[in-house]
Nanobody
């Protein structure tokens, strides 16, 4: 099964930017992939997802216009560029992937079969 490893998290000031990366251990071009996050004391929430080809993307309303999800299937990589960060974006961010041949992105966490361990993003005011 595919292994997912996130990187790029850290501490950033309010209004700053970060780019998260997710490295997959095998080919993922036939799978939709996504990012979810979980803040302390809160439930996990959808952030963004992208189709297997990269042609279709979904975003949570809270990040639309600030975050951009992308992928490089040649490198088995998933990214999310996060701009204009605020303290409400502080959370552990998880990379996730569907099973093979599930190419359309979904907002529901239950649609995804594989999860990384997460990377912490902290936004200071």
């Amino acid at each position: 099964q595919v292994q997912l490893i996130e990187s790029g998290g850290g501490l950033v000031q309010d209004g700053g930017s970060l780019r998260l990366s997710c490295a997959a251990s095998e080919r993922t071009s036939t799978r939709a992939m996504g990012w979810f996050r979980q803040a302390p004391g809160k439930e996990r929430e959808f952030v963004a997802a992208i189709s297997g080809t990269g042609a279709m993307a979904l975003y949570a309303d809270s990040v639309k216009g600030r975050f951009t999800i992308s992928r490089d299937n040649a490198k088995n990589m998933l990214y999310v560029q996060m701009n204009n960060l605020n303290t409400e974006d502080t959370a552990v961010y998880y990379c996730t992937a569907m099973r093979p041949n599930s190419a359309l992105p979904r907002r529901e966490g239950t649609a995804y079969d594989y999860w990384g361990r997460g990377t912490q993003v902290t936004v200071s005011s």
